[in-house]
């Protein structure tokens, strides 16, 4: 078992920043899979951003890159979310997830159905 904590999040207005973070602990493993994701009202749950272990290379989705960054520390296995330049559009429940596993690929990163662990969520508020 894999346990996510999140923290940060809240209410901003357009063109504000915001950083959100997520702890893990229990059975991490070596590789895993570590990746932030929302959910809008009405819609379906989307990657935002992801990493893996072993092969140090992130996902984002097109509608965040260049405005929100992800990092990763793999000692402490924490993840971060640093989000700028926010929109209305990002208002969402933002989640953070982990999958621990030995078998990379791209396309891995942004699927929702394959991350076993998530947390509890936190909401993001963007006012225009």
């Known amino acids: 078992q894999v346990q996510l904590t999140e923290s940060g999040g809240g209410s901003v207005q357009a063109g504000g920043s915001l950083r959100l973070s997520c702890a893990a602990s229990g059975k991490t493993g070596s590789n895993m899979f570590m990746g932030w994701f929302r959910q809008a009202p009405g819609k379906e749950r989307e990657g935002v951003a992801a990493?893996?272990?072993?092969?140090?290379?992130?996902y984002y989705a097109d509608s965040v890159k260049g405005r929100f960054t992800v990092s990763r520390d793999y000692f402490k296995n924490t993840l971060s979310l640093q989000m700028n330049n926010l929109e209305p559009n990002d208002t969402a429940v933002y989640y953070c997830a982990a999958e621990p596993s030995d078998t990379y690929s791209f396309r891995r990163m942004s699927n929702v159905p394959g991350y076993k662990f998530w947390g509890q969520g936190t909401q993001v508020t963007v006012s225009s």
């Open positions: 990493t893996y272990s072993q092969i140090f290379t992130t």
